[in-house]
């Protein structure tokens, strides 16, 4: 059976979900987006995604034409219809179809897209050994010309970085901000572990405050870990003892060599494992 997709609240094969050529998303990348994880059928961090759809809607001057209760329920109407409990959601609010201007008063009311799907994590591999990631080039949005706490469809910064990493044999790649500090990678958080304590980039960084990041610093610090979110230097990254990533269809993913330097004993260490115990304790044992 085909997966079915939601557009404005209408349920169509997957195949047959089309939306208009002119629609402003793809003519500009003009909406936003928000990519979710399910366990046991209810959305993890339900509130927190919707939070952030908002937010990045309004900071584009983009009104939803829908209440928040009944998208969650629409969410999670789709997640049943598709049989799907452990699985990974992708919701798109697109500008709506217009004209080839970019006038975004001449287009039509905007597009809400729900698409459930399996779980396509890493292989698994790289989380029983760790990743290896290079330092792409493009850095990322300066913060001044389009916020990176906007979760928009222009991911074009991005999957530069990406391409960049996956030609240098790579599947993640760690971007800087326009100070040659360390931000993020093209769709994960980054951590470093140095003498037992936890570092992250600030939001003033110009990263998205991902909501598996916010989880991980909540956790680390429940499980009486210090954390810094303070600026880190491609030094601090070389230099530390471990590295992990977070996202919500990555979860914590170890990384255990940057531009060819090994990260602390090569291996995913002792504080990255016990954050990924913890998460997986939180996502898959207690009611969310
Ligand atoms: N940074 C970027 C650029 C992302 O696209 C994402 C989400 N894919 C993340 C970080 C992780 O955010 P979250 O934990 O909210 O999924």
């Known amino acids: 059976m085909a997966f079915k997709v939601s557009i404005n609240g209408e349920l169509f094969d997957k195949e047959d979900a089309k939306i208009s050529v002119y629609d402003h998303g793809l003519l500009y990348g003009d909406g936003v987006f928000e990519g979710m994880r399910s366990y046991g059928g209810r959305v993890f961090r339900l509130e927190e995604h919707l939070d952030r759809l908002w937010a990045s809607a ?28 452990d699985g990974y959601i992708r919701l798109v609010v697109t500008r709506g179809a217009g004209t080839l201007g970019l006038d975004p008063n001449r287009t039509s009311n ?21 990743l290896e990631i290079v330092t792409a080039s493009t850095i990322r949005n300066h913060s001044a010309a389009l ?54 980039p600030p939001l003033d960084a110009g990263i998205l405050d991902g909501i598996t990041r916010q989880t ?32 919500s269809a990555a979860e914590i993913i170890p990384v255990v060599r940057i531009d060819d330097r090994v990260i602390g004993s090569g291996r995913p260490g002792p504080v990255t494992r016990d954050l990924t115990r913890l998460f997986h304790e939180l996502t898959r044992h207690v009611v969310l």
């Open 58 to 85: 309004k900071a584009i001057w983009l009104e939803i034409p829908i209440a928040r209760a009944e998208l969650g329920r629409q969410i999670h109407e789709l997640l049943k219809t598709n049989g799907i409990s």
């Open 110 to 130: 905007p597009q809400i897209i729900i698409i459930t799907d399996h779980i396509a994590l890493y292989p698994e591999e790289f989380y029983e050994n760790g």
């Open 147 to 200: 916020s990176p706490r906007i979760k928009s469809l222009n991911y074009l910064n991005n999957i530069l970085a990406k391409i960049e990493g996956l030609r240098a044999g790579c599947i993640e790649a760690m971007m800087l901000n326009h100070k040659g500090e360390v931000a993020e990678c093209t769709g994960d958080n980054i951590f470093i572990v140095r003498h037992g304590s936890v570092y992250t």
């Open 216 to 247: 991980v610093i909540t956790l680390a610090r429940e499980e009486g870990l210090t954390v810094h979110e303070s600026a880190l230097t491609k030094y601090d990254v070389y230099t530390a003892d471990e590295c992990f990533l977070t996202g």
